[in-house]
Each structure stands twice: as structure tokens, then as C-alpha cells.
């Protein structure tokens, strides 16, 4: 008899930098985890939809503001636990993507949005992982020839 027992699987989910007119659109978490904190906007990718279906159908429900996928950003692996027993397993595949139309508000996941200016990130409080994503699509902004990144985080570390 065999006494293994398969962690569970990851949960997937998408976010996107969607940019308009130099700036970028972020969300303040209204509920936990990280509640009061700024984001990328994203949620979870559904059976059967690819990543960019994914993110234009997040961003739209989140938002209300339609997308245009352009490019791949960031894969990051966020681990609870990593360093023993994970707890918890939240593979986040984001993306770069243009405004094309809407008004952007607050959707049930936020109680603020915001279009942000990269040379003011100080005004929001993001958490490091997020800080670190934001610097990655800020660098491809302006060198759109560099390449996204695969990023492995401690989900607790990186509050």
C-alpha cells in the first residue's frame, strides 16, 4: 500500500499592466488577502480559456476597461510555505496589454483604481512581489526588447 498523498495543485490565475497614455492601471485590494495593498488587476483563468481570453475577460469584470494582450510579462510562482510543507500554491502568469476602451472602476475584488505613473510608485503601497513585477514591466516599457521573467516567491516573504 502506497502512502503517498500529491500535494495540491496550484491555482492559476492572471494579471495584466495595462497601460494608457504612459501610465498603468492598479487596483486596491478590498478584501483579504492583502487588503489596502495595490495590484495588477487579475483573477483566475478558466477551464478551457488561454491566459490572454483569461486576462481580457479579468480585466473587463474587474475594471470594466477592454484589453488588448501584447505581450507576455511575468510567470510567478507565489508559495506559502515554500521552505517546508506548502500550504499554498498561486501560479500567476502576467501579462502586458493596451487600453482600448472604458472607464475604469472598482470592480467586487477592489475598492480603488488607479492609473499609475511609474515615476511615482511611492504613492501606493504594493507588497515586493508586486514592487518587482511592476519594475520588470516598467524596464519593458521602455526596452520592449528585454525579455519577461519566471519569478519563485515566498508568498509569506513577500507581504
Avoid: C
Avoid at 4 to 28: E, H, N, Q, S, T
Avoid at 55 to 78: C, Q, W
Avoid at 110 to 115: E, L, N, P, T
Amino acid at each position: 500500500m502506497n502512502d503517498y498523498a500529491p500535494p495540491p495543485r496550484p491555482l492559476i490565475g492572471v494579471g495584466a499592466m495595462v497601460w494608457k497614455d504612459g501610465r498603468f492601471l492598479l487596483i486596491r485590494r478590498g478584501h483579504a488577502p492583502r487588503q489596502g495593498s495595490w495590484t495588477l488587476p487579475g483573477g483566475r483563468q478558466e477551464l478551457g480559456e488561454s491566459v490572454e481570453q483569461a486576462a481580457v475577460r479579468e480585466i473587463l469584470e474587474e475594471t470594466g476597461v477592454a484589453i488588448r494582450v501584447t505581450d507576455l510579462l511575468a510567470v510567478v510562482d507565489l508559495i506559502d510555505g515554500a521552505d517546508a510543507e506548502p500550504r499554498f500554491h498561486y501560479t500567476v502568469i502576467d501579462v502586458e496589454a493596451e487600453w482600448l476602451s472604458g472607464e475604469a472602476v472598482a470592480g467586487d475584488d477592489a475598492d480603488a483604481v488607479a492609473w499609475a505613473d511609474p515615476r511615482h510608485l511611492d504613492d501606493y503601497r504594493l507588497s515586493r512581489a508586486m514592487q518587482r513585477v511592476v519594475a520588470l514591466g516598467v524596464e519593458k516599457r521602455r526596452n520592449p526588447r528585454r525579455s519577461g521573467a519566471l519569478l519563485s516567491l515566498d508568498a509569506l516573504a513577500e507581504t
